[in-house]
């Protein structure tokens, strides 16, 4: 079996665009499963304050797991543009030299995250009765930095060579060995809230291990050893382009991690209600996900091929694949979400019920909002992969200045009700940022593309 690469600068945009979606959008899902196993397994077998104590690290864990991401996309931009332009040898020393950058990055963040974890849970006045368990979890998850660095590292270089399938069957064999190690290490072996978070390191040890066993089968990254070679000016440039993304993810985050703190003063109760929900957050947003990888290697890679009329083209196709797919998202989660979300909670009758209700409100407001949450993914990822990642920083600040005024602002006024619309507020917020930025970009290719035409011209005449 072999590793499947893609050039996406030849064929219908749209087809493209969905075939390599497709399979990260199942990957995804089975990614989800991570998150809603554990959940899953804890709420069931532990009750309703393990279920909160896992649900309080849902910021902090996202915000250290979003600068690994942010780095490993950043480096991928890169990556896509030299595949695109066909410099395969300059594409080996972009990923070689990003190998190395990773090693560091992770470690950074794996001392980071230790030394910020305990500290930052009492600043978001996590209760008492569950920070014990919270810090548990995420000291281990934070161990595995390293290991959450090569798996996306890994499934980044793959996605922009066009290859969405290998990080698929990778996602599905670790969700599978998820599944069986939660069972095992929580229901058996009684180890608790830590059993769950060694699971999940274990489960993406084995799907970094798969990635890179593929990504040396492929023929265009056989490296020799004069490439092996770290460029000042080329990990210059991808650290240009990873930060931006990196601290985009960051700015995001703390303003999730304040919104948090705003939460844990409405109680057990409504943490394990919004903890229920923002488990199927994942779910909503699996698709998003998909098209944005998508439409950042599309990019790139046009980018690369100079063909900036085709990338608008594929914008466009995106764009509506993603509004019908929001929809149809919408629709079945309004249909099915409160039987679903039986699934993460059990306790007291009263506790269940109190909890389910706080959990069905929250999944309805951002299902009826979802299609503006897929128009941030496909504009965003559309700029970073034609190398703008500070206009998408940019909005991360935006979504950041919204999220954390509505969580701060609204609940004044509204109570608990306020906290619902902070996620839905920070999706417009950057929503405005990206489509001013993206229109700009579009100008600028008109007047290139103008330029080459008037040039292309001239040269005729002169011929003549």
């Known amino acids: ?146 290991i959450i660095m090569a798996y996306n590292l890994s499934a980044s270089i793959l996605r922009s060579l066009g290859d969405s399938k290998t990080p698929l069957h990778a996602m599905i064999a670790a969700s599978i060995t998820n599944i069986v190690l939660d069972l095992i ?96 957050y994942g779910v909503l947003e699996s698709a998003a996900t998909s098209y944005g990888y998508s439409m950042s290697t599309y990019a790139g890679q046009n980018l690369g091929a100079g063909d900036l009329k085709r990338i608008r083209s594929g914008v466009r196709s995106a764009l509506w694949i993603a509004l019908a797919t929001s929809v149809t998202i919408s629709t079945c989660t309004l249909l099915l979400g409160r039987n679903i979300l039986m699934w993460f909670l059990s306790g007291t009758p009263e506790e269940t019920a109190a ?26 990822s559309t700029l970073q992969g034609t190398g703008d990642t500070f206009m998408p920083f940019i909005s991360g600040i935006a979504e950041f200045a919204m999220r954390v005024s509505a969580a701060l602002i609204l609940p004044r006024f509204f109570g608990q009700e306020g906290i619902f619309y902070a996620e839905i507020l920070a999706w417009m917020g950057a929503d405005v940022i990206l489509l001013g930025a993206y229109f700009f970009h579009v100008s600028v290719w008109k007047k290139q593309l103008d330029q080459k035409i008037d040039h292309r011209q001239d040269q005729s005449g002169t011929k003549q």
């Open 1 to 146: 079996m072999k590793s499947k690469i893609t050039n996406m600068t030849a064929g219908s945009p749209s087809r493209l665009i969905l075939l390599f979606a497709l399979p990260l959008m199942v990957g995804n899902v089975f990614q989800q499963l991570y998150t809603v196993i554990d959940t899953m397994v804890v709420g069931q077998a532990l009750g309703v304050p393990a279920l909160a104590a896992l649900g309080a690290t849902d910021w902090l864990n996202w915000l250290f797991t979003g600068l690994i991401q942010g780095f490993a996309q950043g480096f991928s931009i890169q990556m896509s543009q030299e595949f695109g332009s066909g410099n395969y040898k300059r594409l080996r020393k972009v990923i070689f030299n990003s190998l190395i950058l990773s090693a560091i990055c992770s470690l950074l963040v794996l001392v980071t995250s230790q030394a910020c974890a305990k500290p930052i849970l009492t600043l978001l006045h996590t209760p008492d009765d569950i920070i014990g368990n919270s810090l548990l979890y995420l000291r281990i998850i934070f161990l595995g930095m390293p």
């Open 185 to 280: 290490f929580v229901l058996l072996f009684h180890w608790g809230i830590a059993g769950a978070a060694i699971a999940t390191l274990l489960a993406q040890l084995l799907s970094s291990v798969y990635c890179f066993y593929f990504i040396r089968r492929i023929e265009i990254l056989k490296t020799s050893r004069d490439e092996l070679v770290m460029e000042k000016d080329l990990s210059g440039r991808l650290l240009l382009l990873s930060f931006p993304i990196a601290f985009q993810n960051t700015v995001i985050f703390i303003g999730g991690m304040i919104v948090q703190s705003v939460v844990n003063g409405f109680g057990v109760i409504f943490i394990a209600g919004l903890t229920a929900t923002n488990k199927l």
């Open 355 to 380: 909890a389910l209700q706080i959990a069905y409100h929250y999944l309805t407001i951002m299902s009826l909002f979802l299609p503006t949450l897929y128009l941030l993914y496909i504009i965003r």
